[in-house]
C-alpha cells in the first residue's frame, strides 16, 4: 500500500496521523489521562485505536470529596448536611468562634 505512494502522499499521511494522535491526547487530557502516554500509543498503534480506547473506557475518578468537620465541635459530617449532629450548628451560616 505505500510502496505505491509519492513522497508528498506519504508526508501528508503522517502530517495527518500525528494531528489525530494529538486530538487523541488532547480527549485523554480533558479526562484526567496522560496525554503523553496517550498520545505516544495513539501514534505507534493507531489513532483510531487510541480514540476508541479513550473514549470507551471509564475517566479516572479523583479521590471523594468530604466536607470539613464542624468548626465549633469537630463532629465528622455528611455533605448536604445543614446543621451539625454534635452540637446543632448551622453549617451554611457564617461561623463566628465568639458566639456560643
Same mark, same amino acid.
Given at each position: 500500500? %505505500?510502496?505505491?505512494?509519492?513522497?508528498?502522499? $506519504?508526508?501528508? $499521511?503522517?502530517?495527518?496521523?500525528? %494531528?489525530? /494522535?494529538?486530538? +487523541? /491526547?488532547?480527549?485523554?487530557?480533558? #479526562?484526567?489521562?496522560?496525554? +503523553?502516554?496517550?498520545?505516544? $500509543?495513539?501514534? +505507534? %498503534?493507531?489513532? %483510531?485505536? !487510541?480514540?476508541?480506547? +479513550? @473514549?470507551?473506557? /471509564?475517566? =479516572?475518578? !479523583?479521590? /471523594?470529596?468530604?466536607?470539613?468537620?464542624?468548626? =465549633?465541635? !469537630? @463532629?465528622?459530617? @455528611?455533605? !448536604? #448536611?445543614?446543621?451539625?449532629?454534635?452540637?446543632?450548628?448551622?453549617?451554611?451560616? &457564617?461561623? &463566628?468562634? =465568639?458566639?456560643?
Amino acid at each position: 500500500m %505505500l510502496e505505491g505512494m509519492t513522497s508528498d502522499e $506519504l508526508w501528508t $499521511l503522517s502530517a495527518f496521523w500525528a %494531528l489525530f /494522535a494529538g486530538f +487523541v /491526547a488532547m480527549i485523554a487530557r480533558s #479526562q484526567g489521562r496522560s496525554p +503523553v502516554t496517550w498520545f505516544m $500509543l495513539s501514534l +505507534v %498503534l493507531s489513532p %483510531l485505536f !487510541g480514540f476508541l480506547a +479513550v @473514549v470507551l473506557t /471509564a475517566p =479516572r475518578k !479523583g479521590p /471523594a470529596m468530604t466536607p470539613p468537620p464542624c468548626p =465549633r465541635c !469537630g @463532629v465528622e459530617r @455528611v455533605s !448536604g #448536611q445543614r446543621h451539625c449532629p454534635g452540637c446543632g450548628l448551622d453549617l451554611w451560616a &457564617d461561623y &463566628d468562634a =465568639r458566639r456560643p
